[in-house]
């Protein structure tokens, strides 16, 4: 088990029904796979995390991409 805590990278956002929700990858370079933020571990390498605040969704200066679903 990794015994420093390294920040989490943060990767974007994920809008459904319009509420933002943080998307975080691993910081362990080895690994990179999708944690939660309420992980204190990740749970493929044991890399344990820290999380700081992410940017604002308006201010975050990504890409918008809409998904719609045929129901």
Known sequence: MKLLRREAHFTG???YHGEYFS???C???KCGFHVSEEYVCCPYCG???RF???PDPP???MI???VESEN
């Open 52 to 54: 700081p605040d992410p």
């Open 47 to 49: 890399q344990r995390l």
């Open 64 to 66: 918008r991409i809409s």
């Open 27 to 29: 910081p362990n370079k």
């Open 59 to 61: 201010d975050a200066g």
């Open 13 to 15: 956002y994920v809008v």
């Open 23 to 25: 998307e975080w990858r």
